[in-house]
């Protein structure tokens, strides 16, 4: 089970860091990421990082958002910066337990297999 918090009301060009805990078993060394869907859009891939801490990133928060684990504490993150009203969407965490890297197109949510429940970033 994948477990988000850390979401809240921020004004524009604050932080806000994201937690997702991994409940239920060891955090393995596979392919984590963070995606998010604003009201009436798809599902987007976010940010991406594997057992090696090999990251990935959109193009839209290259350089603002940064994607961690802390694998004794079955944790992933994701530290957003900079954040402007375009960021205001529920933001989810999702485990690919089938591998322990992350492919180049790491935004396809049909790789993974585990998703959180979600937590809402609202810029305002």
């Known amino acids: 089970q994948l477990v988000e918090s850390g979401g809240g009301l921020v004004q524009p060009g604050r932080s806000l860091r994201l937690s997702c805990v991994v409940q239920?078993?060891?955090?393995?060394?596979?392919?984590m990421a963070w995606f998010r869907q604003a009201p009436g859009k798809e599902r987007e891939g976010v940010a991406a990082?594997?057992?090696?801490?090999?990251?990935r990133y959109a193009d839209a928060v290259q350089g603002r958002f940064t994607i961690s684990q802390d694998k004794t504490r079955n944790t992933l993150y994701l530290q957003m910066t900079g954040l402007q009203p375009d960021g205001t969407a529920m933001y989810y965490c999702?485990?690919?337990?089938?591998?322990?890297?992350?492919?180049?197109?790491?935004?396809?949510?049909?790789?993974?297999?585990?998703w959180g429940q979600g937590t809402q970033v609202t810029v305002s």
């Open positions: 999702a485990a690919d337990w089938r591998r322990d890297w992350c492919s180049v197109n790491f935004w396809d949510v049909g790789q993974y297999q585990d």
């Open positions: 239920g078993y060891r955090y393995r060394s596979n392919c």
């Open positions: 990082i594997d057992g090696s801490y090999n990251t």
